[in-house]
Nanobody, 127 residues
Framework: QVQLLESGGGSVQAGGSLRLSCTTS????????LAWYRQAPGKEREGVAT???????NYADSVKGRFTISRDSADDTLWLQLNSLKSEDTAMYYC?????????????????????WGQGTQVTVSS
């Protein structure tokens, strides 16, 4: 089982940047795919970015070229760098995890596979 704890959210003006982090704990976290999701008020939760244990990344079209996901192999911390923020990026951001499967191609890239969740950190972008 994996435990996830997000931090780094806050309020920023449009065009600004933030860096979110997710501290992970539990057994064999290095064998887990990691991801970021977000949920805006009144909307469903949506996938933002994923990263495999080998560092392969995948992004939602809405954040490509602006957000960067990364993971630190030393302590399995997950990061999300948010640049060129827009008001529509305002949401609660969650990190997520799932044990990587090598039986299915692009397993980590599929946002539907994730089953461990953090509590979230709020990002508010003002225009």
């Amino acid at each position: 089982q994996v435990q996830l704890l997000e931090s780094g959210g806050g309020s920023v003006q449009a065009g600004g940047s933030l860096r979110l982090s997710c501290t992970t704990s539990g057994r064999a976290v290095h064998t887990y795919c990691l991801a970021w999701y977000r949920q805006a008020p009144g909307k469903e939760r949506e996938g933002v970015a994923t990263i495999s244990i080998g560092g392969i990344t995948n992004y939602a079209d809405s954040v490509k070229g602006r957000f960067t996901i990364s993971r630190d192999s030393a302590d399995d911390t997950l990061w999300l760098q948010l640049n060129s923020l827009k008001s529509e990026d305002t949401a609660m951001y969650y990190c997520a995890a799932v044990r990587q499967s090598f039986l299915v191609s692009d397993f980590c890239s599929d946002f539907k596979n994730y089953n461990y969740w953090g509590q979230g950190t709020q990002v508010t972008v003002s225009s």
